[in-house]
């Protein structure tokens, strides 16, 4: 786990070390001076959480919600995190996520990954502004939030890739078939949305479940009515077509749209072709068949 007592699973701390470089050399550049410790610690618990899933024992990443040191860091104004741009950000998570490919892929506890970067942070420490605060550390401890989370109508949501960028979706409504999603063209680097989405949506919905948002794997990362104006309010499903069932509406010859609201309309050629009617298109997609297949979806829509 350190110099002194390794650990075979723990990847060794000088490769996050020189990650956690990367990072100070992006805030300075975006800022004009080098980070307060908790400044860096802000920028570090949004890296950790980019961690793989597997990558932790006795948690999951996004549960990561803060490192907590000891003895306390002076409370300082952290306003300045506002204003850097990604740089800082994409340099926390390829630290921790090129650190974690240096390791042998077992999983590692949190207070693995706490000791690791207390270490790491020795390392660097005398490059911060309040470098002695560094010294004088004695242990961290990864702070985590288990509550559920459940997003509103209009909620922009992050859904990460498997490169470490997020997709972005913005839940349109709730009605009897599920959760309606509306797609965003794109793939970004963070979880914050940057300005001008409007441009970006697709007016595409998909239904899904909303456990990856309840576990906080999909994170709410603003709020954006506007973007609802681009998406149908009643969005459809669609029916293949099939042999005439009893008591059952007739559907189309290409396939059909439902609303919750319960109006049918038969589908054109062209509009099952784009949807993959015949193909892969689920009615209501499990989080774990709609992650991995986002990109697919939106695809068409990024020229």
């Avoid at 350190?2 to 992006?26: I, K, Q």
């Avoid at 949305?193 to 239904?207: D, E, F, H, S």
Wanted: aromatic share 8%; glycine share 8%.
């Amino acid at each position: 786990m350190n110099a002194t007592s390794p650990d075979p699973r723990v990847p060794p701390a000088p490769s996050l070390a020189e990650g956690f470089r990367e990072v100070l050399d992006a805030f300075e550049e975006d800022a004009g001076r080098a980070p307060h410790l908790v400044e860096l610690l802000e920028i570090l618990r949004e890296g950790a959480r980019t961690l793989p899933n597997n990558a932790l024992a006795d948690g999951h990443p996004d549960e990561i919600v803060g490192f907590v040191v000891r003895p306390r860091t002076r409370a300082r104004n952290t306003d300045v995190l506002g204003g850097l741009n990604d740089g800082p950000y994409v340099a926390a998570s390829d630290a921790f996520n090129h650190w974690w490919q240096t390791g042998a892929g077992a999983p590692i506890t949190l207070v693995d990954l706490a000791a690791v970067v207390l270490e790491a942070l020795r390392y660097v420490g005398p490059a911060l502004l309040d470098s002695s605060e560094v010294a004088r550390l004695t242990a961290i401890t990864p702070k985590r939030r288990r509550a559920k989370a459940r997003a509103r109508i209009g909620d922009i949501i992050a859904v990460p890739t498997d490169n470490h960028h997020y997709h972005l979706v913005v839940l349109v409504c709730r009605n009897r078939f599920g959760a309606a999603f509306g797609l965003i063209r794109g793939r970004y680097p963070l979880r914050n949305p940057p300005a001008g989405l409007t441009a970006a949506a697709t007016g595409i919905v998909r239904y899904c479940d909303e456990e990856a948002i309840s576990t906080r794997r999909w994170r709410i990362v603003g709020h954006d009515s506007q973007q609802l104006g681009w998406f149908p309010a009643d969005p459809e499903i669609y029916h293949r077509p099939g042999p005439l069932l009893e008591g059952l509406p007739t559907v189309g010859e290409f396939g059909s749209g439902e609303t919750a609201t319960g109006h049918l309309r038969d589908l054109t050629a062209a509009e099952a072709l784009a949807i993959d009617l015949a193909g892969s298109y689920e009615q209501v997609y499990l989080h774990e068949h709609f992650e991995p297949a986002l990109a697919e979806f939106i695809a068409p829509h990024n020229g």
